[in-house]
C-alpha cells in the first residue's frame, strides 16, 4: 500500500480544499467541493486526476463546485446519507458505521450531527488523518444550526475519541478568531495561551494555522473541555453537566466580537 499524499489549500474567502492523492494507482479525491476553479488549479499543479468527492455536508460552500466537477471528470461522490436529497450527483450515500475504498485505502465514516443534522466525517486510518468539515476547528467548533446543542457535543466527544495522534482538517480558517475567544472561557491554560502565540504567528506570515491534531485541540480547544472543571468555573457553571457547559459556551462564542 502507498503512502496517501494529503495536499491542503485555501478558497472562497476562507474555505480549505483538501486532495487525497495515492501515487500507486493515480486516484484522487477531494474532501468537499467549495470552488471548481481552485481545485482545477490544483489539479492542474500536481498533475493529478480527480476520480472521487467525499462530500462532509450539503451547505453551498462546500458543494458549490460538485455539479462542474461531476460534469468534467465523472467523479464518484460519496456524501451523507441524511441529506442525499441536498447533495446534487450523490452516487454514494453513507453514515455511521460505514466503511468505503479509496484505491488501497480504508475510509471510515462517523456521523458528526449539529453544523447540519447529516452532517459526517471521514476518518483514514492508514493515514492518521481525519476530515472533520464544519464539526471541529482547530481552538473551536461549528455552529449549530439545524442539530441541537447535544447533537454537535456528542459529535464533538466522538471525534475527541479518536487516537490523539490524528491530523485533523478542517472547513475553515478560523483559528485566530476561535484562540480570541477561546481565551476568554479558559484563561488560566497555559497551553493555549502558548499556542495561540503561534497561530498569531503563522497568520501574520500569511500561514495556515492547519492541520491541526486530536491531541491539541483536546488540550487546547474549550469546546472539547466542556467537561473540564476549569472551564465550567470560567463560565460560572461549576458542577454543571458538560453538555450544559458546552451549550453555554458555545452561545457566548455566537455572541463574540473579539
Not at 23 to 34: E, L, N, R
Not at 40 to 61: I, M, N, P
Not at 117 to 145: E, S
Not at 201 to 230: K, Q, S, V
Request: charged share 25%; proline share 6%; with cysteine.
Amino acid at each position: 500500500m502507498s503512502r496517501l499524499q494529503i495536499y491542503q489549500f485555501g478558497c472562497l474567502s476562507d474555505n480549505f480544499g483538501v486532495l487525497l492523492h495515492d501515487p500507486a494507482t493515480g486516484a484522487t479525491a477531494s474532501i468537499d467541493a467549495p470552488e471548481e476553479a481552485a481545485i482545477l488549479r490544483v489539479l492542474d499543479e500536481t498533475g493529478w486526476r480527480l476520480t472521487d468527492v467525499l462530500v462532509t455536508h450539503h451547505h453551498h460552500d462546500h458543494v458549490g463546485g460538485l455539479p462542474a466537477l461531476k460534469a468534467r471528470f465523472g467523479v464518484r461522490v460519496v456524501g451523507p446519507r441524511a441529506e442525499a436529497e441536498k447533495i446534487p450527483g450523490l452516487d454514494v450515500p453513507v453514515g455511521e458505521g460505514d466503511r468505503l475504498a479509496f484505491s488501497t485505502h480504508e475510509v471510515r465514516v462517523l456521523d458528526t450531527p449539529g453544523h447540519t443534522a447529516g452532517h459526517i466525517a471521514y476518518v483514514v486510518p492508514d493515514a492518521n488523518a481525519a476530515f472533520v468539515g464544519d464539526t471541529l476547528f482547530a481552538l473551536g467548533c461549528g455552529r449549530v444550526i439545524e442539530g441541537t446543542m447535544d447533537d454537535m457535543w456528542a459529535s464533538l466527544k466522538k471525534l475527541r475519541a479518536l487516537p490523539p495522534q490524528t491530523e485533523v482538517y478542517c472547513g475553515h480558517e478560523y483559528t485566530l478568531a476561535n484562540g480570541r475567544f477561546a481565551l476568554t472561557v479558559d484563561p488560566a491554560n497555559a497551553a493555549l495561551a502558548e499556542r495561540m502565540k503561534e497561530v498569531e504567528r503563522l497568520r501574520a506570515e500569511g500561514l495556515p494555522t492547519l492541520p491541526t491534531t486530536i491531541g491539541r485541540e483536546i488540550e487546547t480547544n474549550p469546546f472539547l473541555r466542556a467537561d473540564d472543571p476549569a472551564v465550567a468555573a470560567a463560565v460560572g457553571m461549576a458542577g454543571a453537566d458538560p453538555a450544559a457547559v458546552f451549550a453555554e459556551v458555545r452561545r457566548r462564542k455566537n455572541e463574540f466580537r473579539g
